[in-house]
């Protein structure tokens, strides 16, 4: 194990930025937050430590945490593949050209086609 990396896999739909509970929202209040999925390619921060024990770990925890310098996990997020049936397509299907839309291959990180917005740099890093 490197480390703790967390990722906003949900986002404010009216904002499009991770939901942030300032209300103490709770039960039924916080399942009727508008949230939509956070899709994209992102490059995101490795911790160095674990944030301490809440009833529920969300992304501000990880803000206040110590990166490791120089170090970053690339997700990838998006809708699951579905045929025209609307049936999930996996890379187990049967028939080799629904099993090969089921997977897209990562695109290259020297590309840039990663978003940053997640990862700040530290003096260190620089």
Known sequence: MV????FPLFIDKKTKMPFVNSQGLTGDALANVDRILHRGQYQI???CEYPEEH????????????????????IRIDFSSIDDDGAFITTQNPDPNKAKAAYTEAPSYAGQNYSTAYFVTSEIDR
């Open 45 to 47: 921060p490795i911790c």
């Open 55 to 74: 009833e529920r770990i969300t992304y501000e925890t990880f803000l206040q945490l110590t990166k490791i310098p120089s170090s970053s996990v690339l």
């Open 3 to 6: 480390g703790y990396a967390m």
